[in-house]
């Protein structure tokens, strides 16, 4: 049988031939794979799809509004003021002695109606003075009637004589210089015992006034001269209150020009004193003449009632106290049809942002007639259907669009800040 096999030389020569064929066909491949990558990515790129071109749609900003509407708004003017005296006197004796009364009322704070006695100065030497005077009247008018007598005796002689004589003469029988010294001795006499009874009604010293004792300078025991001094007294029937303002602020306040006028209603309030929310009420009734030398502030005097709070109907009110450091709230005059909007709200300084009514963005220079700490008041720059904006813009350009979410009025959104306050209503 015959070995079919081959023979171990030919299979070894053809081995490199089929590597070589394989090689080739390899790289064929790949040739033909890139170029058939390159065509498809030819034709790609040569007719590639065009979108059609739109024009560009503007991109509308959500704001918060806030409508604005127009009301009367009468302005306040607050200011600090100090509680000073109205009235206020140095007491002083008018005659000399020692004190043997005073009153159970005579101490600080202590209060004295007009005419009360205060204290009593010892009146005994004054009680003699007077007696010793009185006499001297006496004497003075009995002196007074002898001469009256002589001078008619003088004149029944004259005329029984029968004789002319010059008027020099003619008084000097008659007695005229005698009778002229009577009557000035009993006028002199009269007017040092009315001289001695007001010394002694001037050892009781009493209140000139409606009064509260500020200080006590003398008691029991005490002497005293004439002119020394005995307590200061301080009028409880109205105190001031000296308020600083600034000189622009004046304008706004009614300020009385007579005394028949009456000035702008103040609220005054001591909340350190009196708690908060308590307040007494005065009123304006001076602009003072002269600047305040530190601030150059205007000062304004205000008149205050019953500070004491004695009457019946104020029983229940606060009580004012001198020196007080106070807060007070002048009611000034009236802005008719003005727009109240937050102070946020301006942009460079009186500049405001305006939606109009094609919802594009405007802006507005606008006139501040009122500044208060969070709002302003300006005359109206506003149509019917356009709204202030409250929020902040990047990069605001007149005229760029504007939309809203919706929540406000017509569709609008309001700020949570401002929409309670939406009505522009103090």
Known sequence: MENSAKPEGDVDAASPTRRLAARILGVFSAL????VAGAISFYLITNKPRAARQPPVPKALAVELMPVRLIDHRVTIRALGTVIASQQVDLASRVAGEIVRVSSEFLPGGKFKTGEEILRIDPTDYHLT?????????QTQYELKLELGRQAVAKREYELLGESLRVQDLELVLRAPQLNAARAAEQAADAALERA????????VAAPFNAVVQKKLVGIGSQVAVGTALATLVDTDEYWVEVSVPTDRVRWINIPATA???????????????GPGAFREGTVVRLMTELEPEGRMARLLVVVKDPFSLRKENLRQPRLILGAYVRVEIEGKMLPQVARIPRSTLREGNRIWVMTEDRTLDFREVKILWNESIHVFIANKLGENEFLITSDLAAPVRGMSLRTTGGGPAGLTLNPRTQAKATCEP
């Open 130 to 138: 007077v007696r010793e005077l009185e006499s001297n009247v006496a």
């Open 260 to 274: 028949s006028e009456t000035g702008s209603s103040v609220r005054i309030r001591h909340d350190a004193a009196w």
């Open 32 to 35: 033909t794979i890139l170029v």
């Open 197 to 204: 009874r007001l010394n002694l009604r001037r050892t009781r």
